[in-house]
């Protein structure tokens, strides 16, 4: 939390935020900080971890729009993939 304090454009540092939360099961402040490292910039992986929020929270329209965002960015990128086929 430290380094997002320190620059608040560090997307890999708010992902990794959003991690530590998702990995405690707060699905709803984990939300946020993968949002705001979407806004930052919108790489693959944290469109993933969004759509796993989501998952998590059985909305799963919007975990599906993610994991399909996350495929649009990077096709060869297989985890998404996998995701949609799960939801």
Do not use: T
């Amino acid at each position: 939390i430290q380094a997002v304090q320190l620059d608040e454009n560090n997307a890999v540092a708010i992902n990794k935020c959003g991690i530590c939360l998702f990995d405690l099961n707060k699905y709803d402040e984990a939300l946020e900080y993968f949002s705001r490292a979407i806004q930052v910039s919108p790489h693959p992986v944290y469109f993933l971890n969004r759509g796993n929020c989501y998952f998590q929270k059985m909305d799963f329209e919007k975990a599906l729009k993610d994991y399909e965002k996350s495929c649009e960015l990077d096709p060869n990128y297989a985890v998404p993939h996998n995701k949609k086929g799960i939801v």
